[in-house]
């Protein structure tokens, strides 16, 4: 138990660090603007006595090491800051759709991770059977298509052609659990497609790993059943790479998420951040990038923690 | 060679067939397009049964067809150069560092592991809103993501063939660095590196697609597949399938690709105990 504690307290750690080197790149990324960000906003016109009180009001004026820590001791209460292209402070603009962007990775996830380990672990048993094939075939194409296909492909066919799902999603407060479900059905559908391609595939390799083990064999020559087999020695064993592979593609979730707002005109965080980038409202960016990034690095360490947990080697070994 | 080929299944055959057709459209842009990349042909989204041309037209009434074979050759071009040069920098590092160890491993495989914290998606995202939406700052935010992945890979390789004996004889008759990277570990990681290519490519490719598909990559009026379905998105609400099809490229040269990549890998991985 101790061991366990101690791998976690480590792995935290390590986690916290990455956090920090991240935020810091983010911040310096944003410091290393050509020019001045000053000048990108007020324009090459403006006077100096403009550009004087800007930079005060950004508090630019202050070394960037101070910036950092208030920037920094500010996300952590909540306080973003304010967005350029429109003066409001940026913690309204995402909690709302923060909770938008939750909702509908959470709702994909749901479909998803039952749905690709059973497909997984059945194309591992029937494997190399027309089923396996037709399964593994469908992954492919679903792994090399980019997301705004899969979406277009069902908007054509179930918003257009049979017009039985809206096209475009619309959110607000108090619509009930089963509107927004429906509302986000398509926009769902698709990234649960693009990420059970990845889900299933990796489940299968990683059962079949495990199936060709010596003491797999040893249990069909003792004559046990097919499905204990699977069931009682293959999955337990399997247990360590599927988690991670649940988890890192739930991380990949983050990053189609983006392209599957922008397609649907999903009011999400994703859709924030790729209008922000266009308008090069960099402290939106720079907030939006801290939370996917957090997000990211979070779902990583988790699928680290977990997959450590679940297989006493990678426990015992550093 | 040819004996590899002829023991190739037809699922590769026909990924070798479409990487190939890609390729001449890409080489040959200018003598297969009827029109101008940029010349406006007719009406705003004529049908496919308009006379003058075979897809019909975009969202400004230009030919669908010139740019869907424009749009080949700019961003599968530029994906190949992107790849190519990730490449070059990944495995440059990758052997540098296993072969000196110590600091300079240290070093440059943590560098790796902070660039790899970050979502690809969002890291392009943060250097495209700083740097803006140039061909330059384009390529290095594709290239970034795609060389760390090649660092790690070709590290790992070339960590195992490092400790091989003949490396240490190379070694011990006084060859110096670059002649150990270059005649003795290269060679050596050739096959999983070339199926690595194919699969480093489709993710380039996919993430300039997705890119310009947000608005971010390469700008109009320049021809490009994931620019072209966001220009012509709107047309689907009218149920005019335009947005499909250069989505549809884009999917065919990946699913090509990875039908290629999926049989080498089988292919190098099944050679072994044979030769053995």
């Given at each position: 138990m101790?061991?366990?504690?101690?791998m976690v307290?480590?792995?935290?750690?390590?986690?916290?660090?990455?956090l920090?080197?991240?935020?810091?790149?983010?911040f310096i990324?944003v410091?290393?603007?050509?020019?001045?960000i000053?000048?990108?906003i007020?324009g090459?016109?403006?006077?100096?006595?403009?550009?004087?009180?800007?930079?005060?009001e950004?508090?630019?004026?202050?070394?960037a090491?101070?910036?950092?820590?208030?920037?920094?001791?500010g996300?952590?209460q909540?306080?973003f800051g304010?967005s350029?292209?429109?003066?409001?402070?940026?913690g309204e603009?995402i909690?709302?759709?923060?909770?938008?962007?939750l909702?509908?990775a959470?709702?994909?996830a749901?479909i998803?991770?039952?749905?690709s380990?059973i497909l997984?672990i059945?194309?591992?048993?029937?494997r190399?059977t027309?089923?396996d094939r037709?399964?593994s075939m469908?992954?492919l194409?679903?792994i090399?298509?980019p997301?705004?296909?899969?979406?277009?492909?069902?908007?054509?066919?179930?918003?257009?052609q049979?017009?039985?799902?809206?096209s475009m999603?619309?959110?607000d407060e108090?619509?009930?659990?089963?509107?927004?479900?429906y509302?986000v059905?398509?926009?769902?559908?698709t990234l649960?497609i693009v990420?059970?391609?990845?889900m299933?595939?990796?489940?299968?390799a990683a059962?079949?790993?495990?199936?060709s083990?010596?003491?797999?064999e040893?249990a069909?020559l003792?004559g046990?059943?097919?499905r204990?087999?699977?069931?009682?020695h293959?999955?337990?064993?399997?247990?360590s790479p599927?988690?991670?592979?649940i988890v890192?593609?739930l991380a990949y979730l983050?990053?189609?998420?983006?392209?599957?707002?922008v397609v649907?005109?999903?009011p999400g965080?994703?859709?924030?951040m790729v209008?922000?980038v266009?308008k090069?409202d960099?402290?939106v960016?720079q907030?939006?990038?801290?939370?996917?990034?957090?997000?990211?690095?979070?779902?990583?360490?988790?699928a680290?923690?977990l997959?450590?947990i679940?297989n006493?080697?990678l426990?015992?070994s550093n | 060679?040819?004996?590899l080929?002829?023991?190739?299944?037809?699922s590769a055959?026909?990924?070798m067939?479409v990487?190939?057709v890609?390729?001449?459209?890409?080489?040959?842009?200018?003598l297969?397009?009827?029109y101008?990349e940029t010349?406006?042909?007719g009406e705003?989204?004529?049908?496919?049964s308009?006379?003058?041309?075979i897809?019909?037209?975009?969202h400004l009434?230009r030919?669908l067809f010139?740019?869907?074979?424009?749009?080949a050759?700019?961003t599968?071009l530029?994906?190949i150069g992107?790849?190519?040069l990730?490449f070059?920098?990944?495995?440059?590092?990758?052997f540098?560092a296993?072969?000196?160890?110590?600091w300079?491993?240290?070093?440059?495989?943590r560098?790796?592991?902070?660039?790899?914290?970050?979502?690809?998606?969002?890291?392009?995202?943060?250097?495209l809103s700083?740097l803006?939406?140039?061909?330059?700052?384009?390529?290095?935010?594709?290239?970034?993501?795609?060389a760390?992945?090649?660092?790690?890979l070709?590290?790992?390789?070339?960590m195992?063939?490092n400790?091989l004996d003949?490396v240490?004889?190379?070694r011990?008759?006084g060859e110096g660095?670059?002649?150990?990277?270059?005649?003795?570990?290269l060679p050596?990681?050739?096959?999983?590196l070339?199926a690595e290519?194919?699969?480093r490519?489709c993710?380039?490719?996919l993430?300039?697609s997705?890119l310009s598909f947000?608005?971010?990559?390469?700008?109009?009026?320049?021809a490009d597949?994931?620019?072209?379905v966001?220009?012509n998105a709107g047309?689907?609400t009218?149920g005019?399938m335009?947005p499909l099809?250069?989505?549809?490229?884009i999917?065919?040269?990946?699913v090509g690709?990875?039908?290629?990549?999926d049989w080498?890998l089988?292919?190098s991985?099944?050679r072994?105990?044979e030769?053995?």
């Amino acid at each position: 138990m101790n061991k366990i504690l101690n791998m976690v307290l480590k792995r935290l750690g390590l986690g916290l660090l990455t956090l920090v080197i991240v935020s810091m790149l983010i911040f310096i990324g944003v410091e290393a603007l050509p020019g001045d960000i000053t000048e990108a906003i007020l324009g090459q016109q403006a006077t100096e006595e403009t550009v004087a009180a800007f930079r005060k009001e950004l508090n630019l004026d202050l070394p960037a090491h101070v910036r950092y820590s208030q920037w920094l001791y500010g996300i952590v209460q909540g306080d973003f800051g304010m967005s350029l292209a429109n003066k409001q402070p940026i913690g309204e603009m995402i909690g709302w759709r923060l909770s938008n962007t939750l909702f509908l990775a959470v709702t994909a996830a749901c479909i998803c991770v039952p749905l690709s380990l059973i497909l997984g672990i059945l194309s591992a048993l029937y494997r190399n059977t027309p089923f396996d094939r037709i399964v593994s075939m469908t992954s492919l194409s679903a792994i090399s298509f980019p997301e705004f296909f899969v979406a277009y492909i069902l908007i054509a066919l179930l918003s257009v052609q049979f017009n039985i799902f809206p096209s475009m999603v619309t959110l607000d407060e108090d619509m009930s659990f089963f509107q927004k479900i429906y509302e986000v059905f398509l926009p769902c559908l698709t990234l649960s497609i693009v990420v059970m391609a990845h889900m299933m595939r990796m489940t299968r390799a990683a059962i079949i790993n495990v199936l060709s083990s010596p003491y797999i064999e040893m249990a069909l020559l003792k004559g046990i059943d097919r499905r204990r087999i699977i069931v009682e020695h293959a999955f337990p064993n399997s247990l360590s790479p599927v988690i991670n592979v649940i988890v890192l593609n739930l991380a990949y979730l983050i990053v189609g998420v983006v392209v599957v707002e922008v397609v649907f005109v999903y009011p999400g965080l994703g859709q924030l951040m790729v209008d922000s980038v266009a308008k090069r409202d960099l402290p939106v960016v720079q907030s939006c990038g801290i939370i996917f990034a957090t997000t990211y690095i979070f779902l990583n360490l988790t699928a680290d923690i977990l997959s450590r947990i679940s297989n006493p080697r990678l426990l015992y070994s550093n | 060679m040819i004996k590899l080929f002829k023991r190739s299944p037809l699922s590769a055959r026909i990924g070798m067939l479409v990487i190939a057709v890609n390729l001449f459209v890409c080489i040959a842009a200018p003598l297969i397009a009827p029109y101008g990349e940029t010349e406006v042909i007719g009406e705003v989204w004529e049908s496919v049964s308009a006379p003058n041309s075979i897809l019909g037209t975009d969202h400004l009434g230009r030919d669908l067809f010139t740019r869907m074979v424009y749009g080949a050759r700019n961003t599968v071009l530029l994906a190949i150069g992107i790849t190519a040069l990730a490449f070059f920098l990944g495995i440059f590092f990758a052997f540098l560092a296993a072969v000196l160890g110590g600091w300079v491993n240290q070093l440059l495989s943590r560098s790796v592991d902070i660039l790899m914290a970050f979502p690809t998606l969002i890291f392009a995202l943060v250097v495209l809103s700083v740097l803006g939406t140039s061909v330059p700052s384009l390529v290095f935010v594709l290239m970034i993501p795609a060389a760390t992945r090649v660092y790690r890979l070709a590290r790992a390789l070339a960590m195992n063939i490092n400790v091989l004996d003949y490396v240490e004889v190379a070694r011990i008759r006084g060859e110096g660095i670059f002649w150990v990277i270059s005649r003795e570990i290269l060679p050596n990681t050739l096959s999983p590196l070339a199926a690595e290519f194919g699969l480093r490519f489709c993710f380039v490719f996919l993430f300039i697609s997705s890119l310009s598909f947000l608005g971010l990559g390469l700008q109009p009026p320049t021809a490009d597949w994931g620019g072209m379905v966001r220009e012509n998105a709107g047309a689907i609400t009218y149920g005019i399938m335009i947005p499909l099809i250069p989505a549809a490229a884009i999917a065919q040269l990946t699913v090509g690709i990875n039908l290629v990549v999926d049989w080498f890998l089988h292919e190098s991985a099944g050679r072994v105990p044979e030769e053995i």
